[in-house]
C-alpha cells in the first residue's frame, strides 16, 4: 500500500528546485481569428520546448486557430503541479508529457488522468498503453556519452563491465570528470537507477567506483551531455540518448555508445488529467501525438525514435530493435513502475545509493 501523503511531502520538498517555463505559440494571422475567438491548448511537459517547436508547429498548421501555451517541466515539477491543482478544485493541463514514467502511471493509477480510447493507439506495442489512461509516444535509450578527443587512444569502454575496469585504475585524468543522474532530484534518474539495479548485479560496485572517481550529479541530460561535449567531463553515464544525438549533430566531440551488455529503453509517458482545462484539446494533441505524421516528426526532427510501425527511418523503434535486438530493456507501461515510489523501497534504494557512493 503507497503511503501518499508521505509521497507527496517528498516530492513537494524536490518541487521547486526548478521553476517552471511558460512558453506561448500565438494563432497565425493567417488563421483570421483574434485572441478571445482562438482554442487553447495547455501543456505540462518535461521536453525541452525547443525540442518540442517542430512538434507544436506541425499540430498548429493542422489547427490553426488553436494557441499552445507550453509549460517546460522538470517530472517531479510537472506531477506535483497537476495534484496540487487539481486537489485544490483548479484547472491544469490539458495533457501532461513525462520522462517519468513511474510519476506518470502513478497519476494514472491514483485516479489523476482520464480515460480516452484512441484509433491512433491500436498501432501502439501492447506495452507502451495502460487501461487507454497514459501511452507511449517514444522509444528512448539511455546511453553513454564521451568526449572523443580523451578516448582518441584507448577506445571508450562498450560495456559496464569496461568501465568498472577503467574506473577500477583510480586515473587522476578521469577524477571528477564523470557525470551521472542525482536520483535524489530527478524522477527519472531514480527509474534509471532501479533498473539498472535490477538488470545488472555488478551495479553497487560501479556505484562505488563513480563516488572513488568523484562523480558529479545532476538532475537533467542536458546539463551532462553539454559538459561531456565541452571536454569538461569525459564520461556521461545514463543520459537520453535522444537528447545526446541532438548534440551529437552539432558537436563533432561527443561521442555516443549504446552499452553492449543492455540497453534501458524508455518512453514519454502522455496522460490526460481529470482536470484539465479542456480535455478534449488535450486529446486531439494526444491523437496528433500518436498519429503518422507526429510519430514522423518526432522520428526525423526530434530524433526520440517513434513507435508507429509505418514510420520508417534511422530514429524509430523498429530500427533499433533491428540494430541490438534483445540487448534492449524497454520499460513496460503499467502499476510495476510504482515500485519504486513507496516510500520504504525508495529510502532503502537512496540509502545503499548513498552508502555506495560513500565507499561503503
Known amino acids: 500500500m503507497f503511503r501518499t501523503a508521505a509521497i507527496a511531502m517528498f516530492l513537494l520538498c524536490l518541487a521547486g528546485s526548478a521553476a517552471a517555463e511558460r512558453h506561448e505559440f500565438p494563432v497565425s494571422p493567417a488563421a483570421g481569428v483574434g485572441p478571445e475567438e482562438a482554442s487553447v491548448l495547455v501543456v505540462y511537459s518535461s521536453l525541452d520546448v525547443d525540442n518540442a ?9 493542422r489547427h490553426p486557430a488553436t494557441r499552445v501555451v507550453y509549460h517546460d517541466l522538470q517530472s517531479v515539477d510537472l506531477y506535483d503541479r497537476i495534484l496540487r491543482e487539481t486537489r485544490a478544485g483548479k484547472a491544469t493541463a490539458d495533457i501532461a508529457i513525462s520522462s517519468a514514467m513511474d510519476l506518470q502511471m502513478k497519476l494514472a493509477n491514483d485516479g489523476y488522468a482520464l480515460q480516452r480510447r484512441l484509433p491512433e493507439a ?3 506495442p501492447s506495452w507502451a498503453s ?19 578527443p580523451s578516448f582518441a587512444e584507448s577506445g571508450p569502454p562498450r560495456t559496464r563491465a569496461d568501465l568498472i575496469a577503467l574506473l577500477e585504475r583510480r586515473d587522476p585524468k578521469l577524477f571528477g570528470r564523470i557525470a551521472t543522474y542525482d536520483p535524489e532530484r530527478s524522477g527519472f534518474g531514480l527509474l534509471v537507477l532501479a533498473r539498472d ?5 555488478d551495479f553497487w ?11 558529479k550529479l545532476y538532475s537533467n541530460s542536458a546539463a551532462i551531455i553539454d559538459r561531456v561535449a565541452r571536454g569538461k567531463f569525459v564520461l556521461g553515464y545514463n543520459p537520453l540518448g535522444s537528447y545526446a544525438a541532438e548534440r551529437a549533430a552539432r558537436d563533432k566531440a561527443l561521442g555516443i555508445l549504446l552499452p553492449e551488455d543492455y540497453t534501458v529503453v524508455f518512453s514519454r509517458l502522455a496522460l490526460i488529467p481529470k482536470a484539465a482545462r479542456s480535455p478534449e484539446m488535450g486529446a486531439v494533441f494526444l491523437q496528433f501525438l500518436l498519429s503518422e505524421r507526429g510519430q514522423q516528426i518526432i522520428a526525423t ?3 526520440m525514435n517513434a513507435l ?3 514510420v520508417t527511418g534511422p530514429h524509430t523503434a523498429g530500427a533499433l530493435r533491428t540494430r541490438l535486438g534483445s540487448r534492449l530493456r524497454p520499460i513496460r507501461v503499467g502499476p510495476g513502475l510504482l515500485v519504486y515510489l513507496d516510500q520504504v523501497k525508495r529510502r532503502r534504494l537512496l540509502k545503499r545509493w548513498n552508502q555506495a557512493l560513500g565507499g561503503r
Open 53 to 61: 517547436r517542430p512538434l507544436i508547429a506541425a499540430f498548429q498548421s
Open 122 to 124: 491500436t498501432v501502439l
Open 130 to 148: 495502460w487501461r487507454d489512461e497514459v501511452y507511449g509516444i517514444t522509444f528512448e535509450p539511455t546511453v553513454l556519452v564521451y568526449h572523443k
Open 197 to 201: 539495479a535490477e538488470h545488472y548485479p
Open 205 to 215: 560496485q560501479l556505484v562505488r567506483l563513480f563516488g572513488d572517481n568523484g562523480v
Open 301 to 303: 526532427d526530434l530524433r
Open 308 to 310: 508507429h510501425p509505418r
